[in-house]
């Protein structure tokens, strides 16, 4: 079954890393993704990561992937105030009819205090 | 230029009423989906339609109808509106075989 269980909220300082955690249990996931959610806003693909891969890195954005233990994370380098989202994990299984069904994980509130 | 653009943005409207949301894709993508997110912000997928044909309805009850003319739109309407109904539904769309969903900005419907 599909499954994406993310922590809720998540307060870091201005400045400090956020790492966002993310568990999944479709094994036959092709793609991980992250996207950000700003208030009142949609939602902003950040990155992807393929699942044969366990790291990819963005800038100031970081994916590890733990494929064996269908753990994912984001780490954000250098978290600045405009980070403030909500941060959904999602995992893509492609459908046979052609494109992708995303399932999305719980959403993580990210709050960085100055 | 938006990419996937969705109207209208925000739909307030009465229990029983029928009411559509439409949406548009410029990015030449052949796949085009429904999202729906709950007060909890829980995101969950409704429809997915590939040139135009309906691939996928994840147990949405029959009062929802996608309609897509051409590859290009995908609108949603919804007959006999409930309570429950309230949320922001968002359109994607993506190419058949590529990794990339892009997002609309979202539609939030209130039910009275």
């Known amino acids: 079954g599909e499954d994406v269980e993310q922590s809720l909220f998540l307060s870091v300082r201005e400045g400090d890393s956020s790492v966002i955690n993310c568990t999944y249990t479709?094994?036959?996931?092709?793609?991980l993704y992250w996207y950000k959610q700003e208030p009142g806003a949609g939602l902003q693909l950040l990155t992807y990561?393929?699942?044969?891969?366990d790291m990819k890195q963005d800038q100031r954005l970081t994916v590890l992937l733990n494929k064996k233990d269908k753990h994912l994370s984001l780490r954000i380098a250098d978290t600045q105030t405009g980070d403030s989202a909500i941060y959904f994990c999602a995992e893509s299984r492609g459908l046979t009819g052609g494109g992708n069904k995303l399932t999305f994980g719980t959403g993580t509130q990210l709050k960085v205090e100055l | 230029d938006t990419a996937v653009s969705q109207t209208p943005k925000y739909l307030v409207t009465q229990m029983g009423n029928d009411k559509s949301i439409k949406c548009e894709q410029n990015l030449g993508h052949d796949t085009m989906y429904w999202y729906k997110q709950d007060s909890k912000k829980f995101l969950k997928i409704m429809f997915s339609?590939?040139?135009?044909?309906?691939?996928i309805n994840e147990t949405v009850p029959n009062r929802f109808s996608p309609k897509s003319p051409d590859k290009a739109h995908l609108n949603l309407h919804i007959n006999s509106l409930e309570l429950g109904d309230s949320a922001v539904y968002f359109c994607?769309?993506?190419?058949?075989?590529?990794?990339?969903?892009?997002f609309g900005q979202g539609t939030r419907l209130t039910v009275v």
């Open positions: 994607a769309s993506s190419h058949l075989r590529n990794t990339e969903a892009f």
């Open positions: 339609y590939n040139n135009k044909e309906l691939i």
């Open positions: 990561i393929f699942s044969n891969m």
């Open positions: 479709d094994s036959s996931s092709t793609y």
